[in-house]
């Protein structure tokens, strides 16, 4: 049997995990991650009080509910302190890449930089077989090449393999998840069966360090504390600040053009808009207008009807691929370009810098640059392949 650390949120998922390891005779350990949260915010809770706010993901509450199953399976549990870490690399990023004009998923930079790194280090170190979480994602060796492949979950409603294509070979090899073939509900009804109280306790659906999900407020605090701060502040997109330089971006207003130039309005900054967006834009037209891009390079705003959200042709930037071997022809894969999306049939073809073109056999709406895209095959479809970020 295995040392195996249980990465513990108090929710039901990774609790019936770590159950289900130790009913197999597993050594089971429970680590919790103190995360970074929002100082000096305020909002109302479900039932009308008004309290200090929380990182959703370890909560006073969350805390609770996971020390009360590890008692209850006769586990140690330990809560080990990432505040630091979390900040600079989920949340700093999270806020530089909306200034940007880019649209993040941080549960990505979560797995790749605290999960399955700062976490995994941690369980190694307590000489740790495995480190097993309550995603719903299924890992195990193929079985031409023997490397470790990642795949879909058996319900595809609860399938998490989109924000866990960032993982290395490395990193399967000591990735467990014992939840990848069991439903939803089959998990549910296991935590009731071993009178687990989690077992009816929601599900969040939201950014875990942002208060009550206003990721534009968030941003407006965040760039009043940086501006507040001793690190020099650059006014602007990227481009003001490029790395190395020790400056901070801060959102700015701009133009907001339409597809031929011509100004129609302005923008109280690239930040506080996605691809697609249609309500808030502060201008009047005849006809429905969406956001298109956020330019960031000038600073602008492109707006334009829905048909001109469709595109069949982008491209993806910093590549990952699961097998380690990087492909040098263009391949047939599915691609998903955003968590919940359906996956579309695409050809693949390698660039120059860890790029790939991606050719959509038939058009989707919104693409949007900072969300990941990731694809699949394999001979089921099921087999995460690689991924990556879309730049255009």
């Not at 929380?54 to 909560?59: A, E, G, T």
């Amino acid at each position: 049997m295995a040392r195996i650390v249980v990465a513990m949120s108090g929710g039901v998922d990774s609790s019936v995990a770590a159950a289900l390891l130790k009913e197999q005779g597993h050594e089971v350990i429970g680590i919790m991650l103190r995360l970074w949260s929002e100082p000096g915010v305020i909002e109302a809770e479900d039932d009308g009080i008004e309290r200090v706010a929380q990182n959703k993901c370890c909560s006073i509450e969350s805390v609770d509910d996971a020390r009360r199953v590890a008692r209850k399976l006769d586990i140690p549990f330990y809560l080990v302190n990432v505040e630091e870490e979390f900040k600079e690399k989920i949340v700093d990023s999270f806020y530089d890449d909306y200034v940007e004009g880019r649209t993040p998923n941080p549960c990505l930079n979560c797995n790749r930089h605290i999960r399955f790194t700062v976490l995994l280090n941690r369980a190694l170190a307590l000489n740790a077989d495995y480190l097993a979480t309550g995603h719903y994602v299924r890992v195990d060796d193929h079985p031409a090449t023997g490397k470790r492949r990642l795949r879909r979950a058996v319900d595809p409603d609860k399938d998490q393999s989109y924000v866990l294509h960032v993982l290395n070979q490395h990193q399967l090899s000591h990735a467990c998840f014992p939840l990848g073939g069991y439903t939803k509900p089959e998990v549910r009804a296991m935590a009731a069966e071993r009178g687990m109280t989690v077992a009816t306790k929601a599900e969040s659906q939201e950014i875990c360090f942002v208060a009550q999900n206003d990721y534009r407020g968030f941003i407006d605090r965040y760039a009043q504390t940086r501006q507040e701060g001793k690190v020099p502040v650059a006014v602007g997109a990227a481009p003001a600040s490029p790395q190395g330089t020790g400056l901070i971006s801060i959102p700015k207003p701009g133009p907001i053009l339409d597809q031929q130039g011509k100004t129609l309005g302005r923008h109280r900054g690239l930040a506080y808009y996605t691809i697609g967006q249609r309500k808030g834009l502060g201008i009047t037209s005849r006809d429905p207008l969406h956001v298109l891009k956020l330019d960031a390079a000038h600073n602008s705003l492109v707006v334009g009807p829905a048909s001109a959200l469709e595109k069949s042709e982008f491209v993806v930037g910093k590549m990952h691929y699961l097998s380690g071997e990087i492909p040098t022809e263009p391949f047939e894969a599915l691609v998903r370009v955003r968590y919940k999306a359906p996956e579309q049939p695409a050809l693949v073809t390698p660039l120059e810098g860890d790029r790939v073109r991606v050719t959509l056999l038939q058009p989707q709406r919104a693409i949007t640059p900072g969300q990941a895209a990731v694809f699949y095959g394999g001979e089921d479809g099921a087999e995460v392949l690689c991924g990556g970020i879309i730049a255009e």
